[in-house]
């Protein structure tokens, strides 16, 4: 067995997968009398040639590290975008694309206080959450065209968290 250790998600670690949805550093502009700080556009939605957006609300059960990491999914005609509804840190788990399958799985951590969207066609592992509950607003293609692929691994990896 292969094994991966989660390391904290970034912007910039996780940008040729997708956007980190977060408050950092200041806001774009002020709004509602200045008491509202906006960040603006954090994220590249994508929902394709006869897609229109959804927003679904997923209870996942929480899972625990060492996870065992046996399948990644992605979807070719659009973004999905995760939204916690908890401040609980969750697993997030992505590969680059080698054309029929995902290259090495990468693992991450979020800090309980950011959402993300994976980019179109990218590797992703199944929703993660640590913790209860392991609720999350989904913001993904709702469309008559097939948008899922799975690829099991012949050989499980071992995710740990960070050391």
Not at 87 to 96: C, G, K, R, S, T
Request: charged letters at 20%.
């Amino acid at each position: 067995m292969q094994t991966l250790t989660a390391t904290p998600l970034t912007p910039e670690a996780f940008a040729p997968f997708g956007d980190v949805l977060d408050v950092a550093g200041a806001p774009d502009k002020l709004i509602n009398q200045g008491l509202c700080g906006r960040f603006h556009d954090r994220a590249r939605l994508d929902f394709g040639a006869g897609g229109r957006a959804g927003i679904s609300v997923f209870d996942a059960q929480p899972r625990a590290l060492p996870y065992l990491l046996e399948m990644v999914e992605r979807h070719p005609d659009g973004s999905q975008a995760f939204i916690p509804m908890h401040e609980h840190p969750f697993l997030v788990i992505v590969a680059e694309d080698l054309g029929t399958q995902p290259g090495t799985p990468r693992a991450f951590i979020t800090n309980g206080a950011q959402a993300l969207n994976f980019h179109r066609n990218i590797w992703h592992g199944v929703l993660t959450p640590l913790a209860s509950p392991g609720r999350f607003a989904v913001i993904d293609r709702i469309g008559s065209t097939p948008n899922l692929q799975e690829y099991w691994f012949d050989t499980p990896w071992k995710v740990q968290g960070p050391r």
